[in-house]
Structures are given as C-alpha cells and as structure tokens.
C-alpha cells in the first residue's frame, strides 16, 4: 500500500524557517519524481514545486511565489523528501501535502501557520 | 503560465441525476508526445486529494464508471452520470503539460 507521511508543520513567526518531511512507503521511491502542494485556508490547491529521480537529475522547479524562498530536496536513503520553508509570509499559511508526480497518491497533509 | 477555469464554482445536484464539471484552460494541454495532460481530484470534506481522472479520460484504479472525463485541446469536462452521497466534495483540475504545473479553482458539488 502506498504511503505519504508528511511531518514538520507548526506555527512560525514572519521571516522564520521550517522543513517539512514527506515519509513515503510501498512503492519505490528512488524511481518517483515527487511534488508538494498547499492549500491556504478555504482556498484552492496551489502547486509549490516537483524534484525529479536523481536517475533523471534530481532537478527542482519553484511557482513563482515560493522560488528563492523554498527548497525541495529528496533522500532516497531514507525514502523521504522534504521542503525547507525560509522567509516565512504570512500568506505562506496552509497545509502542505506531498503527491507523486501526477496525483495519483496524497499524503494526509501537514499545516503551516505564519502568524506574529 | 497555464491559467484553468473552472465553471460553475458551485452546484447542488440531487441524488440520482448527472453533473458536469468544465475546466477550461488558457494553453492547449496537448503535448508533443500526443498525450493530453489534463487531471481531475476530489477533495472530500476534511480529506486530500484523490485522483479520479489521468489525461483527460481515463479513470484511476478503483474509481467508480460514474465518473468520466472528456475534451481536448483547451475544453474539458467531468461527468458524473448518476450522483451519489458520497460524491460530495470539491473538485479540482489540474495541468501537468507545461511547468509551473496549475489548478483550476475548484467546483464545490453539493448533494441535496
């Protein structure tokens, strides 16, 4: 069975840093190009970024509003990957779901609050 | 960027009786490789996103025939031939043929 685990969310001040992780299990994962995606509160799904297999180069790309700011990376040792949240906005604030590459499998999320 | 729009943003459909869902997109989804990269989720309430469409039509493991999906280039559609309570939920498109990947609005699905 195919498993998403993120872990890190938590309430942060503007400004501050964060890493998120994004357990997975069940399939393999040093193969997957993986993805994170938020959602604000009462709001839609907005994608934030992908990292490719490190067989593919392991490269990342950013939505516009996060690059600069957020860093996707992956262990392939550890079956994990992670997103590490600097310069922290407020509008920063939602939770955060790790996906496969197309969606076909979501983690549960974890909820990141921005707030002074 | 790919913009997607989502049309209605709302409906409330009672038990038994079809919906239909449009996503239509700035950029043609088709790409060079001949696959058409257009997705459908729900979102039921307090849970994430499941796949219920890949490229345009076909359904994901264990997703019920009431659910099909149709269009092309830029125009695409999610029926639900019969709806069900458990249909509840919001829906979302998503693109994956151009970078940055994007989401339609969502459209909220109410049973009555």
């Known amino acids: 069975e195919v498993q998403l685990v993120e872990s890190g969310g938590g309430l942060v001040r503007p400004g501050g840093s964060l890493r998120l992780s994004c357990a997975a299990s069940g399939f393999t994962f040093k193969n997957a190009w993986m993805s994170w995606v938020r959602q604000a509160p009462g709001k839609g799904l907005e994608w934030v970024g992908r990292?490719?297999?490190?067989?593919?180069?392991?490269?990342?790309y950013y939505a516009a509003p996060v690059k600069g700011r957020f860093t996707i990376s992956r262990d392939d040792s550890k079956d994990t990957m992670y997103l590490q949240l600097n310069s922290l906005r407020i509008e920063d604030t939602a939770v955060y779901y790790c996906t496969t590459i197309q969606g076909d499998y979501w983690g549960q999320g974890t909820l990141v609050t921005v707030s002074s | 960027d790919v913009v997607l729009t989502q049309t209605p943003l709302a409906l409330s459909v009672t038990p038994g009786q079809p919906a239909s869902i449009s996503c239509k997109s700035t950029?043609?989804?088709?790409?060079?490789?001949?696959?058409?990269?257009l997705y459908w989720y729900l979102q039921k309430p307090g849970q994430s996103p499941q796949l219920l469409i890949y490229?345009?039509?076909n359904r994901f493991s264990g997703v019920s025939d009431r659910f099909s999906g149709s269009g092309s280039g830029t125009d695409f559609t999610l029926k639900i031939s019969r709806v069900e309570p458990e249909d509840a939920g919001v829906y979302h498109c998503?693109?994956?043929?151009?970078?940055?990947?994007?989401f339609g609005q969502g459209t909220k699905l109410e049973i009555k």
């Open positions: 998503m693109q994956s043929v151009q970078l940055p990947r994007s």
């Open positions: 990292i490719k297999s490190e067989t593919d180069g392991g490269t990342t």
């Open positions: 490229e345009v039509s």
């Open positions: 950029q043609s989804l088709l790409h060079r490789d001949g696959k058409t990269y």
